[in-house]
């Protein structure tokens, strides 16, 4: 296995990792119930996805 010939700087290594970061993922608004939704994801809250009822949900009185 080879070894490096020369040691990598501090600043060197940090600018090649300055795109290894978190993102915040991307929420939109549920068309049915206006309840925050992570976009792409079934509502948790009616069970609508794109305007279409995917999961049924028990009402709870």
């Known amino acids: 296995m080879p070894h490096p010939k020369h040691r990598i700087s501090k600043q060197r290594r940090n ?11 991307a929420l939109v ?18 069970g609508y996805y794109r305007g279409k009822q995917a999961i049924e949900k028990k009402v709870t009185a």
């Open 15 to 25: 600018k090649r990792r300055t795109h290894h970061k978190a993102t915040v993922p």
């Open 29 to 46: 608004t549920c068309s049915q119930c206006k309840a925050v939704v992570q976009l792409h994801l079934v509502c948790p809250e009616c």
